[in-house]
């Protein structure tokens, strides 16, 4: 069975601050790993997946397969990176997704 | 990207009756999956949709309650049928391989 898991509901920074959001992964095969955000009122949205190693908004995240992470992160919190955050993971290409919990991510000026 | 078109966006049903949820893919695409969003909770998968088979359920999920249409490999349609208060989510649709969501359908059933 695959599981995703954000052990927090809640991160509060201030702007400026370095930002770590983690997620923690259960499954057995070569997973892949995806971030999401959702805004106040907005869709949500792909923030990036491992495959792609790109940096969007000023997140990365690395696969660290060894501890089974995938802990997203970025160096200085803006306000308008304010919103929950989903860590999801899919076991086969093409395949359904499973998704954490959330963090919701409060920057306060 | 695929880009989703889902809709209604919102709706606000009595208990008893059955909505149906549109999404509509700007691609063609093998595989849809509807996802459930109760209140406060993270997504949760209810069914698998490929055009040309019965839809796949999850556990806790069942086609009568859920049923799904899959017509060609832009479309599908869920229903929530005969709704009650604890039917009250968000309902989303997603797609493969780029894994975007549609908009979303917030539904409250009174």
């Known amino acids: 069975a695959q599981r995703v898991t954000q052990p927090e509901k809640l991160l509060s920074v201030f702007k400026g601050a370095p930002v770590e959001l983690k997620c923690n992964y259960s499954?057995?095969?070569?997973?892949?790993l995806f971030w999401y955000v959702q805004y106040s009122r907005q869709r949500l949205q792909l923030l990036l997946r491992?495959?792609s190693r790109e940096s969007i908004k000023g997140f990365t995240a690395d696969l660290n397969k060894g501890e089974t992470s995938f802990h997203l992160k970025k160096p200085f919190a803006q306000e308008e990176d304010s919103a929950m955050y989903y860590c999801a993971l899919t076991g086969n290409a093409g395949n359904m997704l499973t998704f954490g919990g959330g963090t919701r991510l409060m920057v306060k000026p | 990207s695929a880009v989703i078109s889902q809709k209604p966006s919102r709706d606000i049903c009595q208990r008893g009756t059955s909505l149906t949820i549109q999404c509509q893919v700007d691609?063609?695409?093998?595989?849809m999956f509807w996802y459930r969003q109760q209140p406060g909770q993270s997504l949760t998968l209810i069914a698998t949709a490929n055009q040309g088979s019965e839809a796949t359920y999850e556990s806790g999920f069942v086609i009568d309650k859920f049923p799904i249409s899959r017509p060609n490999l832009t479309f599908s349609t869920l229903t929530v049928s005969n709704m009650s208060p604890e039917d009250s989510s968000i309902y989303l649709c997603s797609v493969t391989p780029s894994y975007t969501f549609g908009s979303g359908t917030r539904l409250t059933v009174v």
């Open positions: 499954y057995s095969g070569s997973p892949e």
């Open positions: 691609s063609q695409v093998t595989m």
């Open positions: 491992h495959i």
